[in-house]
């Protein structure tokens, strides 16, 4: 079983600007690779992507090519994992 805290961790404000500065930067990259593997595909032309790594995933759409050309965002929802190391530091994860 997984066990929640009833009391919500409390977090600086300092620390959760930190923080979401890392969420949004990993919004930002997902969303772009989004447009991309749905789009020009150019991570898979310059062989930062397998091809078969892609094509093969159950959880790609072929019938969204090219949807997100003319759209600002292609992720809709986006969730994180945070931890914070003993040294206080926050990460994305």
Known sequence: PWSLD???????EEDWEKTAQGLRQRAVL???VLKDLYGKRELIKQ??????????????????????????YALHFYAA?????????????
């Open 47 to 72: 062989g930062l992507l397998p091809l078969e790594l892609i094509y093969s995933h159950s959880c790609f759409l072929r019938p969204c090519d090219q949807l997100y050309n003319d759209k600002k």
């Open 81 to 93: 994992d945070t931890a914070k190391t003993a040294d206080g530091r926050r990460w994305v994860l």
């Open 30 to 32: 997902l969303n772009m």
């Open 6 to 12: 009833t009391i919500p961790l409390l977090i600086s």
